[in-house]
């Protein structure tokens, strides 16, 4: 399974969040952003909902953290 993560951190906190996500051994790229957002995990799983479910909660739980989206992609 594969899913992105837009994560919006508080003012100043970019970088704090930052190397907390890195922490997460399922974020296999994480990126800075310009815009709306201010970085961008991916995350690669075997394909299982509930274990991207976890992950999700994990990262929403970091301190500095605002708000995310969480796309989730499909195999062609």
Same mark, same amino acid.
């Given at each position: 399974?594969?899913?992105? +993560? ?42 299982? +909902? ?14 500095? %953290? %605002?708000?995310? +989206?969480?796309?989730?992609? +499909?195999?062609?």
């Amino acid at each position: 399974m594969l899913a992105f +993560v837009l994560i919006k951190a508080e003012p100043s906190q970019e970088h704090r969040v930052y190397t907390k996500l890195l922490e997460i051994p399922e974020v296999s790229e994480l990126n800075p952003l310009f815009g709306e957002y201010d970085l961008i995990a991916k995350i690669e799983l075997e394909d299982d +909902v509930h274990e991207l479910s976890e992950i999700i909660e994990k990262i929403r739980s970091l301190e500095g %953290i %605002i708000k995310t +989206v969480t796309l989730t992609g +499909v195999k062609f």
